[in-house]
């Protein structure tokens, strides 16, 4: 449905105003009727024989008084005019900056200067508002120009498998099909870490009451056959620690979060560390991992897509896909909880996931 053009606000105002000053003038004029006029008798002779009377003062008073009116009018129309575009002058500011940001230039900032005011903070809030969406606009576009990179390898070397294997007919055929089952698992795991990201980005799951503890014991007993083939020594203590969320989703954090501790470890004797509580109203747990130092400046882009320590070693059974992390901090963030991550002092990293606790169950009735 189309709709009617309307008035401009500035415009709306002016009007406002006009009326405003058109109204108080009427008021003023009644006060002078009712108090000045009224006691002015209505006859020929006037006040104690002495003229003038109601009738000449009404008669002498209505013309200045209309002209009066008229000038108050056009005063208010024309002042009131002038201050609205006075005082909506930040608002073209912003729907300048609005306009911009709408045809994809995002790097524009109002920076509206003078007090603090509600077109200031109205101000502040559109820029830290661009400044946020050029980020994330800047992250996707990294997103994706790596994705289609990861994804562009497996399938550049298939179809390099392929060629060699048509030129050569003499090539080794089981060794030609494994290195492809292998390539292609590769890009099977990514991009089902991709479908698990997007997933998680949504927070589109059904919700349920579930265990962290539980989760941490069922993937320390996945993981133990490679923690052993480390000789990583794996630790899971804790207590009872529940929130509310997808099972499969908080499953496959801590999944990602044991694994990740596992492979960046050091080559032998290590050790990780699993410990889960509730700690007043949120479900706290915590991963621990020998290792490597960690360049302070290094941690806070391990969550990034595509990131991998330098320490990863690609052609490992286990080097991922470089998603673990960025599965891990966008299933945190799905369910409303934060993520940090410390490098420990003797090496290593610690992570530490807090969700909300669950919420208590009411309870249902039922029938028979």
Not at 330 to 337: L, T, W
């Amino acid at each position: 449905m189309r709709r009617r053009p309307g008035l401009s606000v500035r415009l709306k105002l002016a009007l406002s105003y006009a009326g405003f000053l058109a109204v108080a003038g009427a008021l003023l004029l009644a006060l002078v009727w009712v108090y000045l006029l009224r006691y002015v008798p209505d006859n020929a002779q006037g006040l104690l024989g002495v003229s003038p009377n109601r009738y000449l003062l009404i008669h002498m008073f209505a013309p200045p008084a209309a002209i009066a009116m008229a000038a108050l009018l056009v005063f208010g129309l024309l002042g009131g005019w002038l201050l609205a575009g006075r005082m909506l002058a930040p608002l073209t500011l912003i729907t300048d900056a609005a306009r911009r940001a709408g045809t994809g230039s995002l790097s524009h900032r109002i920076r509206m200067e003078g007090r603090q005011d509600e077109f200031r903070e109205l101000s502040d809030t559109f820029d830290s508002m661009l400044g946020q969406l050029e980020s994330h606009v800047a992250e996707q576009q990294r997103f994706a120009a790596n994705a289609s990179h990861e994804l562009r390898t497996p399938l550049a070397i298939s179809r390099t498998l392929l060629d060699v294997a048509r030129k050569d007919p003499t090539r080794d055929r089981d060794a030609l099909i494994g290195r492809l089952h292998e390539v292609n698992t590769r890009a099977i795991d990514l991009t089902e870490a991709l479908l698990l990201l997007s997933r998680g980005e949504g927070s589109t799951f059904t919700r349920e009451n579930v265990d962290l503890s539980l989760l941490a014991e069922e993937a320390a007993e996945t993981l133990l056959p490679l923690a052993e083939g480390r000789r990583i020594t794996l630790d899971v203590t804790g207590s009872a620690a529940r929130t509310d969320g997808s099972a499969e989703l908080l499953l496959r954090m801590v999944t990602n979060l044991v694994q990740n501790a596992i492979v960046h470890n050091v080559p032998s004797g290590g050790t990780v560390t699993v410990r889960t509580e509730a700690h007043g109203d949120m479900s706290v747990l915590r991963v621990e991992n020998t290792g490597r130092p960690l360049p302070p400046e290094l941690v806070p882009t391990l969550t990034e897509p595509f990131r991998r320590g330098t320490e990863r070693v690609r052609t490992d059974e286990h080097a991922g896909v470089g998603l673990g992390l960025a599965i891990v901090n966008s299933v945190v963030r799905a369910h409303a909880g934060t993520l940090d991550l410390a490098p420990r002092p003797a090496g290593g990293l610690l992570v530490t996931v807090r969700l909300p606790g669950a919420r208590p169950r009411t309870a249902r009735s039922t029938h028979a």
